[in-house]
């Protein structure tokens, strides 16, 4: 196993994660692995679109139908004479 320091960890941030894994009955080190690993999981579980992403996000608040415009034929390419 790997392990890593972190150095000018602001005091306030050391006293949360303090109160924190004794509310949830573990030593500070335990609770640090576990945020970390689930930090890690979170950025690699999202690996759909952005726009599926924005989505899912608004999904809750229903949805809009758009008023698509008709398609209309392709124009002719510019000539570079």
Do not use: Q
């Not at 949830?24 to 690993?37: D, V």
């Not at 690996?47 to 034929?73: Q, Y």
């Amino acid at each position: 196993m790997a392990s890593i320091t972190i150095r000018n960890l602001d005091d306030e941030v050391k006293t949360r994660l303090r109160v924190r894994a004794s509310a949830n009955g573990r030593s500070m080190e335990e609770e640090a692995r576990l945020i970390l690993a689930d930090a890690v999981d979170v950025e690699t579980t999202l690996g759909e679109g952005l726009g599926t992403a924005i989505h899912e996000l608004f999904k809750p608040f229903g949805g809009v139908e758009l008023e698509l415009p008709p398609r209309e034929p392709m124009r002719e390419p510019p000539h570079f004479e």
